[in-house]
RNA sequence: GUGCCUGUAGUUCAAUGGUAGAACGCAGCUCUGUGGCAGCUGUCACGUGGGUCCGAUUCCCAUCAGGCACCCCA
């Protein structure tokens, strides 16, 4: 690959992301519309170190995590790259617990790492958007209900309109599974039956025999994940059931109030589904799970998912500190949706205008560029020797939507030349008019494409 | 971490036991103040190491890299 012995290629390692510019842009487009939309519902902005002493971030420990965590010495300092964003919130709140003021509520959008085996999707360094909302010592079950409403407002700004928000509750699974004797497997179970699309009916049975569940308790859980119908079929199914457990009888009630509530918070029926299949693998979610699916591209997988949690901070603090939270990977969902053209890139730079200097007195074109950028047009330069053909193609090839060229005609005359590169119409304007030109074709355009999705 | 597949220009792909072509891209020209089209010219490759062979990009082994499935997850 490399002829040149003394050159060292230049490569990045596998798993890792990176961007040409106009995906780039594609990219913080998305992430600054779900930045906006996060703080529309009053979410305070958080950033947290990279790197954490080890002994911080493996406080949990847990077999996966531990397996896939970046982790290296410095000195004699123990280090770990963070593998997510919830646990170094926990180490936050419980830090700076006297400092903040609950509920908080707080969105962290930032890189993850973790060392696995990667895949179409899956990356070893990716962006994961997070929101929670953590209480002291107890929190409203009406957060649970406001987090689908979150999700509804982020992916329908991100340009979606068909998808839908699964809810579950874990204590419905849960005490269903002790009701019929198989707490102790309550884990694998859950597991097993996450992978109830994927693997399929057959193959979970056989997984459920295999963890020791008689083939009648087998088959009840499949079922009763089973269920089907809107949410109020599937509440009213839930509420029949003669199952004596009060953790699944507080499961059901829970459910009930969040799906109720969701409604109450605007989201549209065809939005948000009651989905019993849903458990989430993390072992950390004690009540409310969310997934979130495209209708549209069920390969794609949850977009977006989390839950609620009792115990946010135990190994850090004594303090109480439950939550609710979901988290947005980005990374994947960008690029999914790029693979599957979904979305495509528009432009490659900010720039609505390049200024075209052809005169050897460069005063007259900086002014404009000055002038320009001060009208708010984001406004680049061409400075370097070249012919006039080659300085549009930059234009061209950028995708910058304009140019003004400014030669010894232009000085003279005391105009500006103004070029829309979409239609190819050149004008002799004055740089104020070229400045109100180029702002209204823009916020014309805009109008329909302030989404980076709209396909 | 386990299993399977694949490594040829910047990219996507060909061909061949006698050292390789195309398309797109990129640079330039046709075209000295205007991009997209067209024509021409140029540019760039057999992942690495070993083995078999007169000779290996081709066959074999190893290694590295990439992809896919599992695991797990965003």
Known sequence: MNNNPSKVTPRILS???ELLPADQMLFNGMLGVIQKSYERFGFIPLDTPVIELAEVLLAKAGGETEKQIYRFTKGDSDLALRFDLTVPLARYVAQHYPDLAFPFRRYHIGKVFRGERPQRGRFREFYQCDIDIIGDGALSLLNDAEIPSVIYATFTALGFSRFTIKINNRKILNGFFESLGLASQAADILRSVDRLEKAGQEAVQQELAGLGAPPNAAREVLAFIGLTGDTAAILSQLKQMQISNGTFHTGVDE???????????????????????????LDYYTGTVYETVLNDYPGIGSVCSGGRYDDLAGYYTNKQLPGVGISIGLTRLFYQL???GIITPKSAT?????????????????????????????????????????????????????????????????YVSLKDMSTGQT???????????IRAKESANNGSSTDPVSA
């Open 255 to 281: 459910l009930e109030k969040v799906i109720s509530y969701v409604s109450a918070l605007g989201v549209p029926g065809q939005n948000y589904a009651i989905d019993l299949t849903i458990a989430r693998g």
């Open 350 to 414: 900010p720039a609505i205008v390049l200024v075209i200097p052809q005169t050897s007195d460069l005063r007259v074109p900086l002014q404009a560029a000055t002038e320009l950028r001060e009208g708010g047009i984001p406004t680049a330069v061409y400075f370097d020797d070249a012919k006039l053909k080659k300085k549009v193609t930059y234009a061209s090839r950028l995708g910058i939507p304009f140019i003004i060229v400014i030669g010894d005609d232009e000085v003279a005359g005391g």
């Open 15 to 17: 798993g890792f992301m």
């Open 427 to 437: 004008s002799n304007v004055s740089t104020k008019e070229a400045i109100s030109l």
């Open 338 to 340: 790029r693979e599957a």
